[in-house]
């Protein structure tokens, strides 16, 4: 990737940044083979390519942040990652190292949280996570021991019997956060799991994705947060009109394009 000409007053401030094909994913460089690779990815509505040729590979045990904007381009290449969505071109391919496999084959073994709730009104914080438990096939055993677990990390145990219709929006997210944790899913899709949770509710969020990355999940993130993607993110991708224009650490990202990165933060991101 390179840097163009000059950046103009209300220019975003990626779009002076050719993406070469390829070239996001090449600042990082590992000797793991990845456990998700994208290749080309695209999705298409009417004439406009909302996710347009991404290309990334995706590692267990990292958590990868996908910062953008609104209409970026996140949540349609969550919902392709996770196979909600049919790319209109391009590839996923599930542990390439031991042959191609196809996103269907993992269905069970993943964990989605969108920024639409997909909560059962009159369902208690228990029987929602019992039902997900059973939904991936974790032993009897185990799911009293994650339940209480993650009721006491995300602070729901004081609703533990509560029906849905009467949480509170915040305990709502952090329910939905807990959904997609339940069973240490290998791969872990959060598309801004964090965006209705006050200041409190959010560390413990923060905290509960971190002790999923240690436990070996492949994690990405979709957030608008500069100070989130640095709490959480091993890697940053940058999205800006469905392209993916820079990937790599922080550290990367902020020796390679500096202020043009400070100002991204400034005009697409929230306040926390």
Do not use: P
């Given at each position: 990737m390179r840097i163009g000409k000059k950046q103009k007053v209300g220019q975003a401030p990626f779009s002076s940044i050719k993406q070469e094909e390829g070239s996001a994913t090449e600042s990082f460089q590992t000797e793991r083979l990845p456990w998700m690779s994208l290749f080309r990815l695209t999705k298409v509505y009417g004439k406009r390519?909302?996710?347009?040729?991404?290309?990334?590979?995706?590692?267990?045990?990292?958590?990868?942040?996908?910062?953008?904007?609104?209409?970026?381009?996140?949540?349609?290449?969550?919902?392709m990652i996770t196979g909600l969505l049919q790319p209109t071109s391009g590839s996923i391919h599930v542990c390439p190292g031991s042959g191609p496999k196809?996103?269907?084959?993992?269905?069970?073994?993943?964990?989605?949280?969108?920024?639409q709730s997909a909560l059962f009104d009159f369902l208690t914080v228990e029987?929602?996570?019992?039902?997900?438990?059973?939904?991936?096939?974790?032993?009897?055993?185990?799911?009293?021991?994650?339940?209480?677990?993650?009721?006491?990390?995300?602070?729901?145990?004081?609703?533990?019997y509560t029906i849905v219709t009467f949480l509170s929006t915040v305990s709502k997210s952090a329910l939905s956060l807990a959904l997609a944790l339940m069973g240490n899913p290998k791969v872990i899709a959060l598309d801004e799991p964090t965006q209705n949770m006050d200041p409190c509710m959010r560390q413990h969020a923060w905290e509960a994705i971190n002790q999923s990355k240690q436990a070996g999940s492949v994690i990405i993130l979709s957030?608008?947060?500069?100070?989130?993607?640095?709490?959480?993110?091993d890697r940053i991708g940058v999205l800006q009109n469905g392209s993916l224009v820079a990937c790599g650490t922080m550290a990367e990202l902020e020796e390679k394009y500096g202020k043009m990165l400070l100002m991204f933060t400034m005009t697409s991101s929230v306040e926390y």
């Open positions: 390519n909302v996710v347009n040729n991404v290309t990334l590979d995706l590692f267990e045990g990292e958590t990868l942040a996908l910062l953008g904007g609104n209409a970026s381009g996140k949540s349609t290449l969550l919902q196809d996103i269907s084959a993992i269905r069970d073994r993943i964990g989605l949280c969108r920024q029987q929602h996570l019992v039902f997900i438990a059973k939904l991936r096939r974790m032993e009897s055993q185990d799911i009293k021991a994650q339940l209480n677990h993650l009721l006491d990390l995300l602070n729901l145990e004081n609703n533990r957030t608008q947060s500069m100070q989130e993607a640095e709490a959480l993110a």
